[in-house]
């Protein structure tokens, strides 16, 4: 099921049970993973893009490696908080994504400057060129990731009291 709102997912998610994080470009997927105890989100790989019953495969293969509970989608809108092309785009993957999972919760993130949080990253930790082009949409999935994993921490907190 595709939930608009992070609050709503939340309450979809299993206990115990990882997130998963994309972020989807044109030819590349971004993956990051969480512990079971949603705490932390790691850069896992990127995916070159194929066709999307080859990228929903190895995704699938990773799901069902893990203790996958929920799936993460960076949606990329403009600027000025509109929807584009690319939201549309994310959208529909979603959709298909969810037909062959319908047992996984999905939800959206704002991934607005993911990319350029992730890069200034790389260049602090004085990463190579040829290395940021390798880890970047990996390091950037994670970024989105660990910004779900803070708001859930803040809605437990806040449901808790």
């Not at 989608?73 to 298909?96: I, Y």
């Not at 890069?119 to 994670?142: G, P, Q, W, Y």
């Amino acid at each position: 099921m595709i939930f608009e709102t992070i609050d709503d997912f939340s309450d979809a998610l299993p206990d115990m049970r990882a997130l998963i994080g994309l972020d989807l470009g044109e030819k590349t997927i971004g993956v990051a993973v969480t512990d079971s105890f949603l705490s932390v989100a790691t850069p896992l790989e990127t995916v070159k893009r194929r066709k999307f019953g080859l990228d929903a495969a190895r995704l699938g293969e990773i799901i069902s490696g893990r203790l996958i509970g929920g799936l993460i989608l960076g949606l990329p809108f403009n600027m000025d908080g509109s929807e584009g092309p690319r939201c549309q785009s994310t959208r529909a993957f979603a959709r298909n994504f969810d037909r062959l999972h319908p047992e996984l919760p999905i939800g959206y993130w704002d991934e607005r400057l993911s990319t350029v949080a992730a890069e200034r990253a790389l260049l602090e930790a004085d990463t190579s060129r040829k290395r940021r082009a390798e880890v970047i949409d990996h390091v950037a999935a994670s970024y989105i990731l660990q910004g779900v994993l803070d708001r859930l921490h803040v809605l437990r907190r806040t449901q808790g009291n």
